[in-house]
Nanobody
Framework: VQLQASGGGLVQAGGSLRLSCAASGRTFSSYIMGWFRQAPGKEREFVAAISWSGGSTYYADSVKGRFTISTDKAKNTVYLQMNSLKPEDTAVYYC?????????????????WGQGTQVTVSS
């Protein structure tokens, strides 16, 4: 199983970025796909998740109304559209996949992880 995250970069506060996570190696139709982030000196934290089959979505309070998670089943890709970015959104963003979920916000629930993509928001 491979998860390839991309789309990070440097953006000014108030700007937008779209992250992509290309999934391969198995069928993900029953999986939950998640995005997490880790800022320097901080623990990795949940950002958003989506059920691949039904499209149910989950968001951290800090990103609700600004970020949108979605899937493109034809491309086996998960997206994270990030709008109204703030300097505190600066982090390495990781995509992850879980075959069974106890809690979507919990790192330990996820079986597979991508390599991470850096997002830097300047003030």
């Amino acid at each position: 199983v491979q998860l390839q995250a991309s789309g990070g970069g440097l953006v000014q506060a108030g700007g937008s970025l779209r992250l992509s996570c290309a999934a391969s190696g198995r069928t993900f139709s029953s999986y939950i796909m998640g995005w997490f982030r880790q800022a320097p000196g901080k623990e990795r934290e949940f950002v958003a998740a989506i059920s691949w089959s039904g499209g149910s979505t989950y968001y951290a309070d800090s990103v609700k109304g600004r970020f949108t998670i979605s899937t493109d089943k034809a491309k086996n890709t998960v997206y994270l559209q990030m709008n109204s970015l703030k300097p505190e959104d600066t982090a390495v963003y990781y995509c992850a996949a879980a075959s069974t979920i106890v809690q979507v916000t919990t790192i330990g629930s996820y079986d597979y992880w991508g390599q991470g993509t850096q997002v830097t928001v300047s003030s």
